[in-house]
């Protein structure tokens, strides 16, 4: 991991701040805490950073520019969200225009606290990114030696147990939400799943015979309905979702949209959604207290 | 070979140098002296991003082209030969730029279009005034000649040269076309669509270059081999220097003042020499 | 008469010129033509390779008769010019041919006996006409084929407002190309004066083929101009007949040679000649005619001003460099070449229309070659006559594609240029094959310009300012076009038929010869250019050395790697041909890979970024 740990460039993006932590932020830069003393360099082109410095809640106008940013930035890449706003929403939460924090618009790993945020923690913040910059590099690694061996294919009943446990993996963090009996992927038993391979289209994503993702999703009134799509943690960000998405709905022809549908709470796979190009359209409640939203794409 | 080899070892020595040095005039302690290596390691690591497929493939010619430039220049070669091979270079890199088809991009090339413009007629010159004292363009030669340092014959053409080198080691006052400062306005210029590898076979295109013009500063004191050596390393840290002191420059005025010293300073010696021969 | 090669060269165009105004249909025209151009072609290159290959005598024909015939002529366009001149209300022009026409009768008829020439005719072991005849016959006959299908687009698709005039417009390509044939073979004076009106009078005619008031009008400034020109020639001729000199090429450079007050006494009709030399080449201050004349249809403007009629001008000069070499007249004429270069170079950067950068660019080049005559060293003609032969073709091949891209996107504005190697890629490669050739390092004009510059750093190093400061000029521009070229925004469509068969022909034939001029370029220098300028000094100098020639060999291969990446670039997700399923699907994006291929990036997609190869 040489070189990666000792040249970590950064682009700095101001969400919707009120200037504090930006003027935070550029203080790191100054003489009295010289940054640059740790190979920090603060570049002006995504396409040359590996840390993506938020400040500012995420508002309807700088959604479009954060997700912008974080696309163009090259893998190895890491996010740090800085200051109370952008960490959460801060004081702006509530507001019409506010989505929260900036984690409901792309993947935040790093989140320093703060109103505004000290140098010494976005300091701090940036050496703990450089730890999780390794990770996506150590992940990439291992993708990127087997990537062309993914492969995409319809799912059978002779999966059904690896994908069980696949689930079970995936749905981890929906579980700590919302309460692992509200979520269907954690209660699902083996016979269901059985059933329901056979009554649905399931693709699956394979590396060297080792399951890594599940798509699956039904037809009903020519309108696809994608039921859910799990990576395995380990490929999150390689592109194995989006994949799995295409592969599903290539695999219900003929249908004029697709609908989807998630927990109101889970804003990482809201975002990634959003990143597909499907669109919100309604909320209801779907059991009391939990509230679903809808996404949806029409197809071109 | 020992130039294929070591050059990028002291041109990145160099460039590590320099940002050190740079750190210490702003009262900062700066990054470590290998800090290019690490730069350079990691891009590597990284993903290659492109718009257009074919951009990078501008990149590699361009450090096919320097690095086969400054080999000519040890190998001893023809001087002007060397200027048209590193022009050449330069010239893919533009090209990249443009096929990389970003609004920065394009503004950063024709920004350098400016740049090569303008130091261009100085090099030639450069060029022309040692063939005129020692009578022969081959490095070789003119690193051989016997009799004053060159320097004291082209007072002017040494001036004018060092002028270029503000540009051609990208220093802040002419770094129009990369932008190492100014990254509202054309983010990276020239090099906004390059990434990962790509990114890295530029900074060591940058390495090369520096170890070459260093050792064509050095061919103005090649009589004397320690003091040349000396020289050319404090001509470094004098460019780091003015680098610091002057903010920054427009491109009209690059190529104005560029332009006005070659035709005074590089034209007047050459002039005068050509009185007394 | 003894019939060789070179009469032949001369007369078939001239006559078949004629013929070609009897010529209205389409088919015939393009079947006559066709062959025309292909035995133009196969009798230059036989030129080279036997050049006693054809031999046979008229005898009804006396040099006499053929004196006579040209007096007639010349009387002729004598008439038409005066009468232009008085029609069109432009007195400067009836003034200057009558002195002009003035001056000759008095020579022919007015001032006894003159100096007889014993050879009309330059042998064809004259190798510098020789690589001259070459360009006219090669490029000239790639030209008239591509005007067959230029001109019909011309009249039928992109200019049918004007009077279609084709038969009128080929016969004068033909007659062109004779007089260029006669104008490089003659060694009598007044017979290079006879071709020389002749093809003033061409270039007059073709400008204004239009019949616009620009067109018309800007034809009567380059006839006026050229005019300016011929009449110093007149002078010439006049001058050394009244010294008894003699009226021929060889003979006077041979009595400038000899030394002496016979030197002192041909300076003055050589200082004339360059004279005439420096206008038809357009050189400053008489460059704005050039400029005008790009009114011309394209074929026009390749063909005369920039790679045959305006050659005559510095290929003269260059005839003169011995006698001018060293001399107050050479140092003046290499000031004009050198200014010319510098102030072309730098207009060049200031026009977007693409037929103007490249007259400027040609005004400037010529200027070099200028530069070559007046300094007139060794090297320096060596240089020259490099330069007459790069320039020529690389220069004719961008012209031919502009026209093919003005007609394709309409409009010749460099910055509507962009993306054309998606959209005409054919065009798009040979165009920047030409651009290559015209500044880039190791092909033709830049090894001209380096044996340039060796040769004046050594003969005048104050002049080197000019050079130095013009190629950086030169520099700016042909980057930036080439930028533009292969830049590319959005998703441009690809044109359908880039170009008709004659066409594509002879861009084809062009890029090849550009190509070919700059590998071979050392055989050419050995074969021909060497002989030739050995044969003028009297000595031998190496200009390159053969290291240097090595290293721009390596130079070259490596460049030849460049068009790979066309290659990769045509295989994009436009390209139709068949690729295995796994990759296409890559291509379309549907695979990710990370690491060493790389992602890409589309500008209106970067919300959706995709993972491709």
């Keep these: ?300 | 070979m020992v130039y294929l080899l070591a050059a990028p070892l002291v041109g990145g020595l160099l460039v590590g140098w320099d940002r050190r040095i740079s750190a210490r005039m702003q009262s900062r302690q700066g990054p470590p002296i290998f800090q290019p290596f690490y730069d350079v390691f990691k891009l590597c690591k990284k993903e290659n991003i492109v718009v257009r497929r074919s951009q990078n493939y501008y990149v590699a010619l361009f450090l096919v082209f320097v690095i086969f430039t400054g080999g000519l220049f040890f190998a001893g070669s023809d001087l002007l030969l060397v200027i048209f091979a590193l022009t050449l270079a330069a010239i893919f890199l533009v090209l990249g730029a443009y096929k990389a088809s970003s609004p920065f991009s394009f503004i950063g090339a024709e920004r350098e279009l400016i740049q090569m413009m303008a130091y261009e007629p100085m090099v030639l010159l450069t060029a022309i005034g040692m063939y005129m004292v020692t009578k022969s363009f081959q490095v070789g030669d003119i690193a051989g000649y016997h009799g004053v340092p060159l320097v004291f014959l082209l007072p002017g053409i040494f001036l004018g040269f060092l002028y270029t080198l503000e540009i051609k080691f990208r220093k802040s006052p002419f770094d129009l076309s990369s932008s190492h400062h100014a990254h509202q306005e054309l983010v990276r210029g020239l090099t906004t669509e390059f990434s990962g590898r790509t990114l890295a076979m530029i900074e060591i295109a940058h390495w090369y270059e520096l170890v070459f013009l260093l050792g064509w500063v050095y061919l103005f004191f090649a009589s004397m081999p320690i003091l040349g050596v000396a020289v050319s390393l404090l001509v470094f840290v004098l460019v780091i220097f003015v680098d610091n002191v002057f903010a920054r420059l427009k491109w009209q005025a690059a190529i104005r003042s560029a332009w006005a010293v070659a035709a005074v300073l590089g034209f007047g010696n050459i002039l005068i020499l050509s009185l007394l021969r | 008469m003894m019939m060789t090669l070179i009469p032949l060269l001369i007369l078939v165009p001239l006559v078949a010129g004629l013929a070609m105004l009897l010529i209205r249909n389409d088919h015939v025209r393009r079947v006559i033509v066709t062959i025309l151009v292909l035995a133009i072609g196969a009798a230059s290159v036989l030129l080279v390779v036997a050049p006693d290959a054809i031999s046979f005598t008229i005898t009804a024909v006396s040099d006499h008769s053929i004196n006579l015939a040209m007096n007639l002529t010349e009387a002729a366009m004598a008439i038409f010019v005066l009468y232009v001149g008085v029609h069109s209300r432009r007195p400067l022009i009836a003034v200057l041919m009558a002195v002009q026409a003035g001056l000759m009768a008095w020579f022919e008829y007015g001032s006894g006996s003159h100096p007889e020439v014993s050879q009309n005719l330059l042998p064809a072991t004259d190798h510098f006409s020789v690589i001259m005849a070459l360009i006219n016959g090669i490029v000239g006959g790639g030209i008239c084929l591509y005007a067959l299908g230029y001109m019909k687009e011309y009249h039928e698709v992109a200019h049918t407002d004007v009077t279609d005039r084709r038969p009128t417009f080929f016969a004068l390509l033909f007659v062109f190309v004779g007089a260029m044939f006669g104008l490089v073979f003659s060694n009598n004076l007044t017979w290079l004066f006879f071709f020389w009106e002749i093809t003033t009078l061409c270039s007059y005619l073709l400008i204004g083929y239009t019949r616009t008031e620009e067109s018309r009008r800007n034809a009567q400034r380059a006839l006026m101009m050229n005019l300016l020109g011929g009449v110093a020639f007149a002078a010439a001729i006049v001058y050394l007949s009244r010294n008894a000199c003699p009226l021929d090429l060889q003979g006077l450079i041979d009595s400038a040679k000899s030394g002496g007050s016979s030197k002192a006494l041909v300076l003055l009709p050589a200082a004339l000649l360059c004279f005439a030399g420096i206008t038809k080449s357009a050189q400053l201050p008489f460059s704005s005619w050039l400029l005008g004349a790009m009114v011309a249809p394209t074929p026009v403007s390749a063909l005369l001003h920039s790679s045959t009629m305006v050659k005559a001008g510095v290929y003269l000069v260059l005839r003169m460099a011995p006698v001018i070499t060293e001399t107050k007249v050479g140092m003046l004429v290499a000031l004009v070449g050198a200014v010319t270069f510098l102030v072309g170079s730098l207009a060049a950067i200031t026009a977007a229309d693409a037929k103007r950068v490249l007259a400027w660019s040609t005004v400037a080049n010529l200027g070099l070659i200028v530069l070559c005559g007046g300094i007139g060293t060794y090297a320096a003609v060596w240089a020259g006559v490099l330069l007459i032969i790069f320039h020529a073709v690389a220069k004719c091949l961008l012209f031919l594609c502009v026209g093919l891209v003005e007609h394709k996107i309409h409009s010749r504005n460099i910055d509507a240029m962009s993306g054309l190697i998606v959209r005409m890629p054919a065009v798009a490669v040979m165009m920047l094959i030409g651009m290559a050739g015209m500044f880039l390092a190791p092909f033709g004009m830049l090894i001209s310009k380096y044996a340039v510059l060796m040769a004046v750093v050594d003969a005048a190093p104050v002049l080197s300012v000019f050079i130095v400061f013009g190629s950086s000029a030169t520099l700016f521009f042909w980057v930036k076009w080439m930028g533009k070229l292969v830049e590319v925004v959005g998703t441009p469509e690809r044109v359908r038929n880039e170009f008709t068969l004659g066409e594509g022909l002879a861009v084809g034939v062009l890029s090849m010869a550009t190509f070919l001029a700059c590998l071979l370029f050392p055989m050419i220098s050995s074969h021909m250019i060497v002989p030739y300028v050995t044969g003028v000094f009297g000595e031998h100098a190496a200009s390159l050395t053969q290291g240097n020639i090595i290293i721009m060999m390596i130079m070259m291969a490596m460049v030849m790697l460049f068009p790979l990446s066309f290659i990769r670039y045509g295989r994009g997700p436009q390209s139709r041909g068949r690729l295995p399923e796994r990759r296409q699907r890559r291509r379309q994006g549907s695979i990710p890979r990370f690491g060493r291929q790389g992602r890409k990036h589309d500008d209106e997609q970067l919300l959706h970024a995709r993972v491709a190869q």
């Design chain 1, 1 to 300: 991991m040489f070189g990666l740990k000792q040249s970590p460039w950064v682009i700095h993006y101001d969400a919707s701040s009120c200037n504090g932590c930006d003027i935070e932020t550029l203080a790191c830069l100054t003489p009295g805490f010289d940054v640059e003393r740790l190979g920090v360099l603060n570049t002006g082109d995504p396409k040359h950073a590996d840390i993506f410095l938020v400040t500012g809640a995420a508002n309807e106008q700088s959604h479009a520019v954060i997700r912008n940013i974080y696309d163009q930035m090259p893998e190895p890449k890491v996010v740090v969200a800085i200051g109370a706003c952008a960490c959460t929403g801060g004081i702006f939460r509530e507001c019409y225009n506010i989505s929260g924090g900036v984690d409901t618009v792309i993947p935040v790993d790093v989140f320093v606290p703060g109103c505004a945020a000290r140098p010494e923690a976005i300091i701090d913040g940036v050496v703990q990114a450089l730890a999780a910059l390794m990770d996506r590099r150590k992940a990439m690694k291992a993708l990127g030696k087997n990537v062309d061996q993914v492969l995409y294919s319809r799912a059978e009943s002779a999966d059904a147990a690896r994908i069980l446990s696949l689930q079970k993996t995936a749905h981890q963090q929906e579980g700590t939400i919302y309460g692992e009996e509200h979520v269907p992927g954690l209660v699902q038993t083996l016979p269901a799943l059985e059933v329901e391979l056979t009554q649905r289209v399931f693709i699956k994503a394979t590396v060297n015979g080792r399951l890594v993702g599940v798509a699956r999703g039904y037809a009903q009134d020519r309108t696809g309905f994608i039921s859910d799509v799990i990576v395995h943690p380990y490929f999150h960000r390689c592109g194995v979702g989006r994949r799995l998405l295409e592969e599903l709905e290539k695999a219900l022809p003929d249908m004029n949209r697709f609908e989807a549908s998630i927990g109101d709470k889970c804003v990482e796979s809201a975002a990634w959604l959003q990143r597909q190009g499907y669109e919100l359209y309604k909320t209801d409640s779907w059991r009391p207290a939990i509230a679903r939203v809808y996404f949806q794409k029409e197809r071109k």
